[in-house]
């Protein structure tokens, strides 16, 4: 069983469309951080939100962290073909001190 | 500005042979990790570092050894290698605890083994 579950797995889209891509946990995280992944590259930070309730903006992307620091989510807006890649979430457990323990991750294509 | 830098790209090994993955960081960084991704399986820790000199078991230590001789290198080696160790290897490096970490891990671009 998966520490950090997301969902979906898979999301193939048009250009132009949103979409909101989801982190949960029943454990609590003391930050979460999502990273993008592209074939044969390693995973590179996108953001990090550390306070419960919190929501980061990159552009086009949101990023909030929920209240009691389970769960999280990111949502895209007039999602771009250079949007495609492999976004995976990341979290901090306040008794792991430096180890992040990764969700299995989300493969977005977005379609031209 | 180099950041994470992992050699060899790829690799074809037969079952039983051993090899070893290098992985340098330039940027100073205290911890580094070495993962691995498997379709459908996330990233999974194999080992990580907190200093020089000092090793730890992760999620997935079973197969691997790891040293920290320097500060700036960590070494993945496999001493028999087995048929389930093909997978993609990533090292990836980050600072202490702390605010710091917020600046998240530095990922290597990736070694792809394949044991036949």
């Known amino acids: 069983t998966q520490l950090l579950e997301q969902s979906p797995q898979f999301l193939s889209i048009q250009e132009g469309e949103n979409l909101t891509v989801y982190c949960n946990s029943s454990?609590?995280?003391?930050?979460l951080q999502w990273y993008r992944q592209e074939p044969g590259e390693g995973p590179v930070l996108l953001v990090t939100v550390v306070t419960g309730g919190e929501v980061k903006k990159l552009k086009r992307l949101t990023f909030q962290f929920g209240d009691a620091r389970k769960d999280s989510s990111l949502h895209i807006t007039a999602a771009q073909t250079g949007d495609t890649g492999l976004y995976l979430c990341?979290?901090?457990?306040?008794?792991?001190?430096?180890?992040?323990?990764f969700g299995e991750g989300t493969q977005l294509t977005v379609n031209p | 500005n180099a950041g994470v830098t992992q050699t060899p790209k790829f690799r074809v090994l037969k079952t039983g042979q051993s090899m070893t993955l290098l992985c340098a960081q330039d940027?100073?960084?205290?911890?580094m990790y070495w993962y691995r991704q498997d379709p459908g399986m996330g990233l999974r820790l194999i080992h990580y570092?907190?200093?020089?000199?000092?090793?730890a078991k992760g999620e997935v230590p079973d197969g691997y050894n790891v040293s920290r001789l320097k500060k700036q290198n960590f070494l993945l080696g496999l001493e028999s290698a087995a048929p389930s160790q093909t997978s993609v290897y990533f090292c990836?490096?980050?600072?202490?605890?702390?605010?710091?970490?917020?600046?998240?891990?530095?990922f290597g671009s990736g070694t792809r083994l394949t044991v036949v």
């Open positions: 940027m100073n960084h205290e911890y």
């Open positions: 990836a490096s980050s600072f202490r605890t702390g605010a710091r970490l917020n600046y998240g891990y530095t």
């Open positions: 990341a979290g901090v457990r306040e008794t792991s001190g430096s180890r992040l323990t």
């Open positions: 454990s609590v995280f003391s930050s």
């Open positions: 570092s907190v200093g020089e000199g000092t090793t």
